[in-house]
């Protein structure tokens, strides 16, 4: 599944983790369709992926690791301008904090959000970086792409870049976070 404008970097949405942490936590679905607000988590970091007006693919072929799952994403969009790996368990992500990573500037290879000092997703990655990309494999991500390259860090004012939803409390929490914002994602 894909949507968006042509051109740019494509956001890679990865949903094929199993989600056993949310499930130890108590959780009794995975947490992609856990609801947050009467909709499924995943169904939230959608929204704000549409509302970017970026090009978008979706990864849920159930791959074994989140490196497998960043490869098959990278592969499925191999002639964008870069990528944005997003995992779906972000449901509190902005349109513009997407469109914020995405326009830092092209001469940057891999670019990570920072809110109040921590990194973020969506992680944005270069053209340069895609052959190493579809390398990847395991289940660590692209840690090792991260660490070849360098990043760089721009800071964005968006809790949801950090907000993931890993357990039944952090499912919790968004719901509270949410509530706040006045249950609405900005585009």
Known sequence: MAGGRAGGPAVIVLASGRGE????????????????????VLAHTLAAVRASGLRWHLEDAGHPGMG??????????????????LPGDLPLVRASSLRAIAA????LDVVVPVVDGQRGHPVRFSARCGAEL???SGGQGAASVVRAWGTAEWPLDDVGCVADID?????????????????????
């Not at 098959?72 to 191999?78: E, I, K, L, N």
């Open 21 to 40: 942490r949310f499930l130890a936590s108590g959780g009794t679905v995975p947490k992609l369709q856990a609801l947050l607000a009467g909709r499924p």
């Open 167 to 187: 357990t039944l409390q952090d499912l919790a929490r968004a719901e509270r976070l949410l509530a706040l914002r006045g249950g609405l994602a900005d585009g």
């Open 134 to 136: 579809m390398r990847l």
């Open 104 to 107: 830092a500037p092209l001469g």
């Open 68 to 85: 497998d799952s960043i490869a098959a994403g990278v592969r499925a969009t191999a002639d964008a301008a870069g990528w944005l790996i």
